[in-house]
């Protein structure tokens, strides 16, 4: 099993910033990728970020892309999600999420993952 903790949500303006983190704890003696992804009230959950286990491979959504990067410490085993130049439509909860195999072509889908933090949630506002 494991588990996965969120934190770094909150309020911010237009145009702040937030970083998120994201700590696995449990059976995290191998290698294995990490995501984020975001649902918004009435929306599906959508794909945000994604980093491979070696952090040479970071997948975004074109919604983030030049905003949002994903990084991680694996000393930690923790991922961040730093949130640059925010925006009212990215208000959601933000979910972290831990996949022991995630291909190339199949990051973007939920079920490709795993585990599943409970979530932070994130306020933007105009």
């Known amino acids: 099993q494991v588990q996965l903790v969120e934190s770094g949500g909150g309020l911010v303006q237009a145009g702040g910033s937030l970083r998120l983190s994201c700590a696995a704890s449990?059976?995290?003696?191998?290698?294995?990728?990490m995501g984020w992804f975001r649902q918004a009230p009435g929306k599906e959950r959508e794909f945000v970020a994604a980093i491979s286990w070696s952090g040479s491979s970071t997948y975004y959504a074109d919604s983030v892309k030049g905003r949002f990067t994903i990084s991680r410490d694996n000393a930690k085993n923790t991922v961040y999600l730093q949130m640059n130049s925010l925006k009212p439509e990215d208000t959601a909860v933000y979910y972290c999420?831990?996949?022991?195999?995630?291909?190339?072509?199949?990051?973007?889908?939920?079920?490709?993952?795993?585990?599943w933090g409970q979530g932070t949630q994130v306020t933007v506002s105009s």
């Open positions: 999420a831990f996949a022991w195999h995630l291909e190339t072509s199949s990051f973007l889908n939920p079920s490709s993952y795993d585990y």
């Open positions: 449990g059976r995290t003696f191998s290698r294995y990728a």
